[in-house]
């Protein structure tokens, strides 16, 4: 397959660095940073474009977009009038409108369009989904998210909840498999020009709750998600990419495959693309999830709670 990356900073030089291993054919990439993008061209025995244009003249199938999210729209457009399948990295844009630009520029479903809301990938998840499926917790009651650590100062164009929150939004409503009908926020500022730390609260439709805690203010990251059912509590960490499954005779460390959620993620890109599937993640699975963070921005500014409609 013959990729292209546009945007080659840390989420970047990733992409790069996978599809390097998958033994995909990169046939450029392209960075604002010059001097950045024409060291990891030569790394990668690649040519570096300083305008992401004259890549898309190459004959490619498939481009990461992985670039400051008010960027999406305008390279996605560009990439799709090329007939270029695409991974855009999360979320899909920076608003409803330009998502919905994105959406209905299409063509047709002749290309493949998929959302990198990696942690669908993580094999964490992959193994939480089965255990889901198959009730061996029972039927959930709730599920909590919390996502904290220091802040990346490369992170300037949006505050946490689209940053941060968005992964746990998609995460949430992906194992209940249901939309979230209410939400509501509070949240603040200390250190960014947006919002740096959140409280979520999720109300689905099915009448379950969702809990999202997310800051740039805690010294050491934590990635941490809680299941509760009526059988059983899931205890998952990120991080550590382990599960501990808790009923009322045991508590069973429940074994997951190790593999980088990245890799699984560009593997089923390309798979999609090869075989004419249709990927995990659709263009309206991120813009559902575009809503909810938009949402949540609106409740914490209004202090109201918010009805999410179709």
Not at 49 to 54: I, S
Not at 137 to 166: M, T
Not at 272 to 292: A, F, H, T, W
């Amino acid at each position: 397959m013959r990729v292209g990356v546009i945007g080659v900073g840390e989420m970047g030089k990733n992409h790069l660095r996978v599809y390097s291993e998958m033994n995909q054919e990169i046939i450029g990439i392209s960075d604002i940073n010059e001097e950045r993008g024409k060291i990891l061209a030569e790394k990668y025995n690649t040519q570096f474009f300083k305008d992401y244009k004259e890549l898309l003249k190459k004959d490619l199938d498939a481009v990461s977009i992985v670039v400051p999210t008010t960027l999406h729209k305008k390279i996605a457009l560009d990439c799709m009038e090329k007939g270029i399948n695409l991974l855009i990295e999360k979320p899909i844009a920076d608003t409803l409108g330009s998502a919905d630009e994105i959406i209905k520029n299409t063509i047709n479903g002749e290309i493949k369009i998929m959302i990198g809301h990696i942690l669908r990938f993580h094999p964490v998840i992959e193994k939480t989904k089965e255990m889901v499926e198959s009730e061996l917790l029972g039927e959930l009651v709730s599920i909590s998210a919390k996502r904290v650590g220091p802040y990346n100062p490369r992170i300037r164009d949006v505050g946490i909840i689209i940053d941060l929150g968005v992964h746990d939004i998609d995460i949430i409503s992906y194992l209940y498999n249901d939309k979230v009908e209410y939400v509501y926020a509070s949240a603040g500022s200390v250190i960014h020009n947006f919002e740096d730390h959140a409280n979520i609260l999720l109300k689905f439709r099915n009448g379950h709750a969702g809990v999202i805690e997310t800051n740039w203010l805690t010294p050491y990251k934590i990635r941490t998600l809680t299941l509760v059912g009526d059988k059983g509590i899931a205890s998952i960490d990120y991080i550590s990419s382990s599960i501990k499954l808790y009923n009322e005779e045991e508590e069973i460390d429940v074994k997951v495959e190790k593999k980088e959620p990245l890799r699984n993620e560009l593997e089923h890109f390309i798979e999609c693309i090869e075989k004419d599937k249709n990927p995990l993640i659709s263009m309206e699975d991120g813009r559902k999830v575009l809503k909810v963070a938009l949402s949540a921005i609106e409740s914490y500014k209004e202090n109201k709670i918010v009805k999410i409609s179709d």
